[in-house]
């Protein structure tokens, strides 16, 4: 059985193009939240072995949704999606516990790297 992976970004699209090239690769996709506090609700049900996670959403934003779902497992493996021109956003979710990141628009060699390098 393939690793599980919760996608979690607010748009659809952004959610279909990362399924799209985990599912290509054998990763299997067990969940996909559309903000950060659907995310920690999804993590605490599913326990996926990873989440790919946007920074930029309504409700709960990325970086603290890491940290709601670090309180709830010191383990979690989280890589964080972010735009160019966030800089900043990925240096406090990286000090938040991030595992990595990927930046937006997403080529999937990358993400399948950043994805492999924590999964195996």
Do not use: N
């Not at 690793?3 to 985990?22: E, H, N, P, Y």
């Not at 605490?44 to 934003?61: A, H, Q, R, S």
């Not at 997403?106 to 399948?112: E, G, L, S, T």
């Amino acid at each position: 059985m393939g690793k599980g992976i919760l996608i979690v970004d607010d748009a659809a699209f952004m959610r279909m193009v990362i399924r799209d090239i985990l599912t290509k690769k054998g990763y299997e996709v067990v969940g996909e939240a559309k903000d950060g506090k659907e995310s920690v609700a999804m993590y605490k049900e599913l326990k996926p072995d990873l989440v790919l996670m946007d920074i930029t959403m309504p409700e709960m934003d990325g970086i603290a949704a890491l940290k709601e779902i670090r309180k709830i497992d010191s383990e979690a493996a989280v890589i964080m999606c972010s735009a160019l021109g966030q800089q900043a956003m990925v240096i406090d979710s990286i000090q938040a516990g991030a595992k990595d990141y990927i930046v937006k628009p997403f080529q999937a060699d990358r993400v399948i790297e950043a994805v492999s390098k924590i999964l195996g």
